[in-house]
């Protein structure tokens, strides 16, 4: 990965940072190669601790990002990708993040229903991501599983 967060908030590309697009493409070896989106959740978590008031941040830069998502497995991919980063940094209380705040309680109910169409789009279409190690990847429904034993209270499929 060439760029940073930082890099992105100035170039106004934090979709692109959180997709991992162009300069912000991480890639992790130990998935063939793909997207490491934990590697870029961290680089944000790690430039908003060091602001004012991060959390008000992250939940700018979220729906900012949401905003420019579509329905498209990759764009779902992503979505999945960092809100299961955001709930497992979260569950260890990681940088500024706590078990009292939760940044989908942060958002809009049409927000919440994008995340819903998302995610049920990706539960539709899974089999179509472009991943190299896809075939060896757990099935949708017990990646959405992970989420809940991360304490994340939440149903997305019924956004």
Not at 10 to 18: C, D, G, P, T
Not at 22 to 48: C, S
Not at 97 to 119: A, H, M, P, S
Request: proline fraction near 3%; charged fraction near 30%; aromatic fraction near 16%.
């Amino acid at each position: 990965m060439k760029g940073d967060f930082e890099q992105a908030v100035k170039n106004n590309e934090i979709s692109a940072y959180l997709k991992g697009e162009g300069d912000y493409f991480a890639p992790w070896e130990m998935i063939r190669g793909n997207h490491n989106f934990i590697n870029n959740f961290m680089g944000m978590m790690g430039y908003l601790k060091k602001q004012e008031y991060p959390y008000q941040l992250l939940v700018k830069y979220f729906r900012l990002y949401l905003s420019s998502l579509k329905e498209d497995v990759l764009d779902a991919w992503s979505l999945f990708r960092n809100i299961a980063c955001y709930y497992f940094l979260r569950s260890d209380n990681s940088y500024f993040l706590t078990q009292n705040e939760d940044l989908i309680d942060e958002l809009t109910v049409e927000e919440k229903k994008k995340i819903g169409v998302l995610f049920r789009y990706l539960r539709e279409n899974f089999d179509k991501l472009p991943l190299e190690d896809i075939a060896e990847m757990k099935p949708f429904d017990e990646q959405i599983e992970v989420l809940k034993k991360r304490n994340c209270s939440y149903d997305f499929l019924s956004f």
